[in-house]
């Protein structure tokens, strides 16, 4: 997909970081947008500051783990713009709880919030928005955002990683099968690593039925690699820097879409270790 003037782009978490950068991006590309995500204050702040700068946007209050939001949210994007191009499955949250603890110790609470978002919110708009632009017949594409989390090895942000994973392989089955189908459906997959967002503090519109009890279990100390990470000096990209790296990748038909060279440092010590049978171990760099 190159030509985006004129068409309709969909993003989901769009009140915030990466979502709020790609939602502006599309408007500067002079696409209609349809900005959804379920902190609707921030939504709304998002849709006066597109329109702001001439935009065409309607915001859409969505919680992507539920599936009749997401056909709601595909219903309203017909029924003003008449159909969809580009689709940003983008929503996402990690339990800040559980990033403190082995895995054993996560709760229930934790794996079931952060597994509906990040991967059924992925599966949902998959479901919803994926017939409809086949049937379209024109030149569409979707961006699944993963994570740099999703590649590499990762002993605290367990459920956040095994999330993101998942969207990962979603997206290759897609790709695959759909160029099987001559489809006119293109897929990428972000993987971004150092982007700024509100991601900590993603607890703020977590749902009453996943909040977790008082904490009784004393807090362990984790292995981390985002511990090294957090050392180093690295570049760490704007939401919109990020969103202009997204459209160059979409033009040139790229599907991993990483945002910076150390996914292809730990990326391959990781490959390397399962290809000579080693046991994990946190990346060198």
Known sequence: MKEFKDKVAVVTGAASGIGRGLAGQCAKEGMKVVIADIEEARLKETEEALKSNGADVLAVKTDVPKLEDIEALAQKTLDTYGGVHLLFNNAGVQAESSSRKPPWEYTLADWEWVMGVNLWGVIHGIKVFVPIMLDQNTECHIVNTSSMAGLITEPQLVIYATTKAGVIKISEAMYLQLQQRNAKLGVSVLCPAFVTSDLGNAARNRPQEF???????????????????????????????????????????????????????????????????????????
């Open 211 to 285: 909040q977790n009890p008082v904490e009784t279990q004393e807090e362990t100390e984790q292995p981390s690699l985002l511990k090294k990470i957090q050392k180093g000096n690295w570049n760490t990209l704007s939401p919109e820097q990020c969103a202009e790296l997204v459209f160059q990748c979409i033009r040139e038909g790229t599907f991993y879409i990483l945002t910076d060279p150390l996914i292809d440092t730990l990326v391959k010590q990781r490959i390397d270790n399962i290809l000579k049978r080693q046991s994990p171990a946190l990346p060198e760099f």
